[in-house]
């Protein structure tokens, strides 16, 4: 399947429209994102440890909906509603947010959010390999992540311009921000028109294990999953901030730098992995996030948290994206939504440990133990990944 090629960068519809959904729904997420944390601490007085709980359950939780839904998404042959629908039930929880008054209900609306995202990730993801040849693979995930991560740009400027402009509280901003969450979801419905994916009438059912897919792509999955053990929620990031002496309104600004680096770097990230191998691009990646963990276990000053963050948008634009279209490349078309989608699920449910093993060092060792082990986690990821995964490896099956 292949979406119709586009005026904008010569990419295909599909991949140019999905990725004005994804900006208008990190607008709406990311706005609030950084706020989320602040709201617990600061508004509900909950410990840091019930913080790192809500994150790890709440993304891994949801992360086993999306070898599920990749999985259905192959079986059916049509992606389009299974990611709509998932963008759905996330612009729903927007507004329930603004009249919580318990950490455990931020954690029963946090977890149906990201249900949505667990719902839509693989499909989503699907649709664009879908519609991109391989060659142009991974400037579409690039196009795809910068775009989102220009939402996580825009979202937190415009929730800094409400809270600190405007006086407006948190939960006043949690509940504008379903309305471009609103858009994003109209505009996917409207504007996609996905064609069914032709599947020969001998090709055996798509099967909810790995059994069929390669030896590489399995050893991919294993690094990669290895490195989301040590890759804790953001949230710890956002809190090593104010430890470090940070104003909360200013930690908005500091997350915006991270979200433009980000978005500056994607789209090159991945062109450059068409160019020069997916692996490659990957492997620095993991070493500039080993360097930055490290660095914010040493962070002492405000300045150095701005050049870490600032950093840490270069490790995302080399991963995110590239990681994604490897699992593509890695995947056959007729596998490629449960191949995501075991991709997706691996890396997040690793969350769960991630975010309740920061938690756990932050208060029983300090607030730079959590960063030493995910800087560890992410040399070890390196090695793996170096020795055991193939340069170039690619599934040409159709």
Known sequence: MRGGKGR??????????????????????????????LFLVDVLKTQIVAVGLIEGVANSTASLLRIFSGWLSDVLGNRKWLTATGYALSMVSKPVLSIS??????????????????????????????????????VSFGFHRAMDTVGAVTGPLL???????????YRTIFLLSAIPAALGVLILIIFIREPRCERP????????????????????????????????????????ARNVGIAAASVLLVYVVFN?????????????????????????????Y?????????????????????????????????????????????????????????????????????????????????FYFGAAMALISTVLLAICCRQGAICTAT
Request: glycine share 10%; net charge positive.
């Open 159 to 169: 929730a800094f311009w409400l809270l600190r402009s405007l006086a407006y509280g």
């Open 290 to 370: 080993a360097v930055v963990y490290a660095g914010f276990g040493l962070a002492r000053s405000p300045s150095t948290v701005w050049a870490l963050f600032a950093l840490y948008g270069v490790h995302n634009a080399l991963t995110q994206s590239v990681q994604r279209a490897f699992a593509a490349d890695l995947c056959c078309a007729g596998a490629r939504g449960t191949g995501l989608g075991a991709f997706h699920t691996l890396t997040g449910v690793a969350l769960l440990p991630a975010s309740l093993i920061a938690g756990y060092l932050w208060q029983a060792v300090s607030p730079s133990a959590p």
């Open 201 to 240: 009438a001998h090709a055996e059912r798509p099967s909810l294990t790995l059994k069929g897919f390669s030896r590489e792509f399995k050893l991919f999955l294993l690094a990669a999953t290895v490195f989301s053990i040590g890759n804790s929620s953001d949230v710890f990031l956002i809190l090593r």
């Open 260 to 288: 433009i680096v980000e978005a500056s770097l994607s789209m090159w990230a991945g062109a450059l992995s068409d160019r020069v191998g997916r692996r490659n691009v990957i492997l620095a990646g993991y070493v500039v």
């Open 8 to 37: 904008f960068l010569g990419l295909s519809r599909t991949v140019v429209v999905l990725g004005f959904v994804s900006l208008l729904t990190d607008i709406s997420s990311e706005g609030i994102y950084p706020l989320i944390p």
């Open 101 to 138: 008054n318990s950490w455990q209900a931020v954690f029963g609306i946090r977890f149906a959010d990201r249900l949505g995202k667990g719902i839509r990730t693989a499909p989503r993801d699907a649709l664009i390999a879908d519609s991109a040849p391989a060659e142009q693979r991974g």
